[in-house]
């Protein structure tokens, strides 16, 4: 399979490590770097890119479908291992780990909204492994983009904290062997 592809259609993309929006248009070739958490990394003639899933078909691939295989708890709350499943499948665009294997993710918390909304709200404390990440931003949405998708789930909250400073140590024994530092 080339992971070389030509867009059938115009897409909005994320430019990596900007974070800048920028469309690549009908025409433009692209090659394929990463296919994780349902996004796209690709290399066009002007830098890298991050193309959502719902985007796939630009590429002359499937439109990744985000759905959640979970239920709420017996209270209409979501279950919390669905959260972190769906944070499972976020991934800084330059490295194929999850952002909680990367040791990114500092807590996760879900609260009852009390009436007149009602429902359940996620907050996530997040850092990023470079205080300067341009993706920082892209990668919030995403993580809140795919909470949302969680039963039980009417709001989420993702944001990014410096405190305590990220580094190697916060990396999981799985996120470790995936990028040969064990």
């Known amino acids: 399979m080339s992971k070389e592809r030509t867009l059938s259609r115009e897409v909005v993309v994320t430019q990596i490590p900007s974070g800048d929006k920028h469309t690549l248009f009908?025409?433009?070739?692209?090659?394929?770097h990463q296919v994780l958490g349902g996004t796209y990394t690709v290399q066009g003639d002007s830098g890298l890119y991050r193309i959502d899933g719902k985007d796939g078909d630009a590429i002359g691939e499937a439109i990744v479908d985000h759905a959640v295989d979970a239920v709420t708890l017996a209270d209409g709350a979501p279950d919390p291992a669905a959260v972190w499943d769906q944070l499972k499948k976020v991934y800084?665009?330059?490295?194929?780990v999850n952002i909680v294997d990367l040791g990114l993710v500092y807590t996760m918390d879900i609260e009852k909204i009390e009436a007149p909304e009602g429902g359940y709200k996620v907050g996530v404390a997040m850092t990023l492994t470079a205080p300067g990440c341009g993706m920082g931003p892209a990668i919030a949405e995403d993580a809140r983009g795919k909470i949302l998708l969680v039963p039980g789930v009417a709001t989420a909250d993702v944001r990014i904290t410096w405190e305590p400073a990220w580094n190697q140590s916060m990396i999981s024994e799985e996120g470790k062997m995936k990028l040969g530092l064990i």
């Open 92 to 96: 800084d665009p330059e490295i194929p």
């Open 26 to 32: 009908t025409g433009d070739k692209v090659f394929i």
